[in-house]
């Protein structure tokens, strides 16, 4: 089984076929950046955010054969939260990789 440590890189074979859900997709930025490589390499990725529908079409435009799933979730609203992870557990494949990027802001 391959590990993960300090001396993996996302352009590394360790994460191809991998199931990745990365939290705070946007347009712009990590957000953007991160799911697009790791599909790219071969990852399975979930794109979890609160509107993901520009985002799709960027990531299906680039990668047209990556596995890409999303997942709606509002990290404000622990409603959103319980139902996002019922979700993932609903997934065909375990979950490998969770990449936290989302931001709470709290007024």
Known sequence: MPQFDSTSTALSNDIKGKTVIVTGVTK????????????LVGARVVVA????????????KETPNAELYELVIDLASQKSVHEAAA?????????????????????
């Open 28 to 39: 712009t930025g990590y957000g953007a950046e991160v799911p697009r490589v790791l599909a």
């Open 49 to 60: 955010g609160r509107s993901l529908d520009k985002n799709r079409r960027i990531y299906q």
């Open 87 to 107: 979700q993932v557990l609903r997934y065909p494949h375990p979950v490998d990789v969770i990449i936290l990027n989302a931001g709470i802001v709290s007024v």
